[in-house]
């Protein structure tokens, strides 16, 4: 059974930082390309970033260019997301998705999610 586990969200003041971690488990996460998405209160969830499954090419949402980065490490079947500077705009659940195609097969899985907000 293929687990998505989000940890490190919290509360945090304007201009602070927070780091968000997602372990994967029961599948092989070097093969997948990784991404954070955020779904604010009566908003769609919207992609934050990416990263390919080696790690070498990331891909972020222009709101989020320059203050927010997205990392792996494939020994430890984990992503990261590392968020500074923030803002109150970033506050949100923010969710872990794994997405891979083999053999013309999509696989998709998306972990609980973990509330960051961001307030005075």
């Known amino acids: 059974q293929v687990q998505l586990v989000e940890s490190g969200g919290g509360l945090a003041q304007p201009g602070g930082s927070l780091r968000l971690s997602c372990v994967v488990s029961?599948?092989?996460?070097?093969?997948?390309?990784m991404s954070w998405y955020r779904q604010a209160p009566g908003k769609e969830r919207d992609l934050v970033a990416s990263i390919s499954n080696t790690g070498d090419s990331t891909n972020y949402a222009d709101s989020v260019k320059g203050r927010f980065a997205i990392s792996r490490d494939n020994a430890k079947n984990t992503v990261y997301l590392q968020l500074n500077s923030l803002k109150p705009e970033d506050t949100a659940v923010y969710y872990c998705n794994a997405v891979r195609r083999v053999l013309g097969i999509r696989n998709n899985y998306w972990g609980q999610g973990t509330q960051v907000t961001v307030s005075s």
């Open positions: 029961g599948t092989t996460f070097s093969t997948y390309v």
